[in-house]
């Protein structure tokens, strides 16, 4: 993308790209006791979880069986490259539109039969984000994104960088709120001074300015706006963001570049584009392999929600981009190196979700509609893979009760809720959840 | 001079309110709350913030209220009114395009779709757009000064001559300056001279070093920038 077109829409080694040595050194430095990585995946629309992770055999529900399952498959009417039944993953089964994942099966977990209690896009969205029941349509509690940011600290240039998701902070440091990236061809410009625009600021001008910031605060209030919390974070935040433009990052985010030739390979970038689920995938895994940030929750599939005949083409081909795209990302990362050593995989938990899923029956308008039951991915770090939790039952895949511990269904146990799985997300890697005031599914506990 | 001076928008008058203007007593002084008409929408881009300094002063020893952060929305009409009419403006071809227009859904403007409510976080985002736009702002800003009548100037107001390096004419245009972006009354008696003392350095090291011919210029570029990132312009 150009910059003509930026304005219109709004492992490789560091040492290849002349990264600020003293910017990766201090982020080795910081890679302590904490030192652990953050992906939120939102699946935006409402996804067909019959298509990914939750399906049904084809042969056993089919028309002669629909009036009594209420589940309808459907997947001969996806495109010819989907397989027309499900797809054996090793330890579980997963949808024909479940792309490259598939092959990844032994290092994720897929939980079932999440009751969203909502059928609201905004509703489930905001739900499975913060891990609160949102107040009508307003979101209650911060981002879990950012409450993981909050707690692992301000260490990285961006701690949290969101793209296509909605973010909150409501009660935690501004820090941990998301620096929302508008498209991913943007963060280059971003990252440079002046949006790699001719500057005729002459360098003594700079050197004054960078003197006159050091000797003396802005204006020495004792009160005032000047003298607030809120300007001393301002005030950080103004010198953060000068060493982010002194440290060359912007050249780990210029995808077309020769230097990145090998990112845009693993991602397909030439072929799908940047403004894709992969190159989203491949904004997210720079992020974090580049030390800009410690937490990214961005878009892996987008425009899902597809009430009509464009269910069959569109839902299918976009759901499959996000999942593969979600693949290439965590092979990248289980194939770079930490700063303080290990595979950033080895540190990174993931997550993805959607709002909610599809009914399982085709509607009169050959597509599906919102669905009060959901599935969940979660991987990485602190979690256990290669299970299923949960389950959606086999009358209209209503949400089965599950036993917390066990991770089975047991109709003396719990309707799995988006706070259970939150919960779990941040225990996974030793966080504090208590602010969700819930419970994790320990069988998903490593 | 223009006399009109009271009509800016709402959001420059909870600046003056709030602004620090304080001596090291604690004491304050500012403009009084009914000196402001807040209701009167004028032309912004002849619309003069800076108030007749014959205006009486008051004291004011604390914040009301918490502060909050400008809007992107609010930050590009300030912006305008504190610079006589400036926009950050980029032409890349197809005409100027207002840059904090298109960059506002990444600083945190809703966008009604995805995004509901503005993010008003003083961010490391916003801080580093707002040092970009100074540096592109604060370039046309100088350079139309440079060539402009002394009746027309905003930047460079107390001075006779743009070229100027008399320590009183600087410290006068910087006294204006303070009034300009931050509604920051600072009398010439000396009492609040922190901030004059530093910026005026500051003019001193950027002009010092500069190449012959432009000792002004930088000196003038140099304040300008280090006003517009300053954190008063952009919390109140």
């Known amino acids: 993308m150009k910059r003509r077109d930026f304005l219109r829409t709004a492992g490789i080694s560091a040492a290849a790209f002349g990264l600020s040595q003293s910017l990766l050194g201090r982020l080795a430095l910081a890679a302590g006791e904490q030192d652990h990585y953050f992906l939120v995946c939102y699946f935006e629309g409402g996804w067909d979880h019959l298509l990914g992770l939750d399906p049904r055999d084809p042969s056993v529900f089919n028309a002669a069986s629909l009036r009594d399952t209420g589940i309808e498959p459907a997947y001969e009417r996806l495109p010819p490259q989907f397989s027309r039944s499900t797809i054996d993953a090793g330890p579980f089964t997963l949808g024909p539109c479940i792309g490259e994942l598939a092959e990844l099966a032994n290092d994720f977990s897929v939980v079932r039969g999440i009751n969203m209690a909502t059928l609201t896009h905004e509703v489930g969205r905001r739900y499975f984000i913060t891990g609160k029941a949102p107040s009508g349509l307003q979101a209650r509690g911060s981002s879990i994104a950012t409450v993981c940011c909050a707690q692992l600290g301000a260490d990285r240039p961006v701690p949290h960088l969101g793209h296509r998701i909605e973010n909150y902070n409501i009660d935690q440091p501004a820090f941990a709120g998301a620096m929302s990236v508008a498209a991913v061809d943007h963060m280059q410009y971003i990252l440079q001074e002046d949006l790699g625009l001719p500057t005729d600021v002459p360098a003594n001008v700079k050197g004054a300015l960078g003197s006159y910031w050091r000797e003396r605060p802005d204006c020495e209030p004792a009160n005032g706006a000047g003298a607030t919390r809120l300007a001393e974070i301002y005030r950080e935040n103004r010198t953060r963001a000068r060493q982010v433009v002194t440290s060359q990052l912007h050249r780990r985010f210029q995808f077309n570049s020769p230097d990145l030739a090998p990112v845009r390979a693993h991602y397909g970038l030439d072929a799908a584009g940047l403004e894709s689920a992969y190159g989203r995938a491949a904004l997210a895994s720079q992020a974090l392999k580049t030390g800009l940030s410690r937490v990214v929750s961005f878009a892996g599939a987008t425009e899902l929600d597809t009430h009509d005949q464009t269910w069959a083409n569109d839902h299918s081909t976009r759901l499959e981009a996000g999942f593969s795209a979600l693949a290439r990302l965590i092979r990248d990362l289980q194939m770079s190196e930490a700063p303080g050593g290990g595979s950033l995989w080895s540190k990174t938990t993931l997550i993805a979700f959607s709002e909610f899923g599809r009914t399982p029956r085709i509607n009169d308008r050959q597509g599906r509609d919102h669905h009060l039951g959901n599935c969940a991915l979660l991987a990485g770090a602190g979690i256990r893979g290669g299970q299923v939790i949960g389950r959606s039952n086999d009358r209209a895949m209503g949400p089965e009760l599950v036993d917390l511990a066990t991770g089975r269904p047991d109709e003396a146990g719990k309707s799995l809720q988006p706070e259970h799985i939150m919960t779990t997300y941040l225990q996974a890697a030793g966080l504090d959840a208590s602010s969700l005031r819930s419970e994790p599914v320990l069988s998903l506990l490593a | ?42 032309d912004r881009a002849t619309a003069d913030p800076t108030p007749d300094a014959a205006l009486p002063v008051v004291v004011q020893s604390t914040l009301s209220r918490a502060p909050g952060r400008m809007t992107v929305d609010q930050l590009r009409r300030s912006i305008e009114i504190i610079t006589g009419g400036l926009a950050w403006e980029e032409d890349f071809g197809d005409g100027p395009t207002d840059m904090l227009e298109v960059l506002a859904p990444t600083i945190g403007a809703p966008d009604y779709l995805l995004v509901t409510e503005e993010n008003l976080e003083p961010s490391l985002i916003i801080a580093k757009f707002l040092h970009d736009a100074s540096h592109r702002l604060c370039v046309r800003w100088v350079e139309n000064e440079s060539v402009a009548p002394p009746e027309r100037r905003t930047l460079v107001r107390h001075a006779a001559a743009f070229e100027s390096r008399e320590e009183a004419d600087i410290k006068a245009g910087l006294r204006a300056l303070q009034l300009r972006f931050f509604a920051r009354y600072l009398p010439e008696d000396g009492a609040e001279d922190g901030p004059i003392s530093a910026l005026y350095g500051l003019f001193l090291n950027a002009s010092s070093t500069s190449t012959p011919g432009r000792e002004a210029k930088d000196g003038w570029l140099a304040v300008c920038i280090a006003h517009m990132t300053d954190p008063e312009l952009l919390l109140y």
Do not use: W, Y
């Open chain 2, 1 to 42: 001079m223009n006399t009109t001076h009271h009509a800016a928008p709402l959001f420059l008058g909870l600046v003056t309110l709030l602004s620090c203007g304080e001596d090291r007593s604690g004491t304050k002084t500012e403009r009084p709350e009914a000196e402001i008409d807040v209701g009167r929408q004028a």
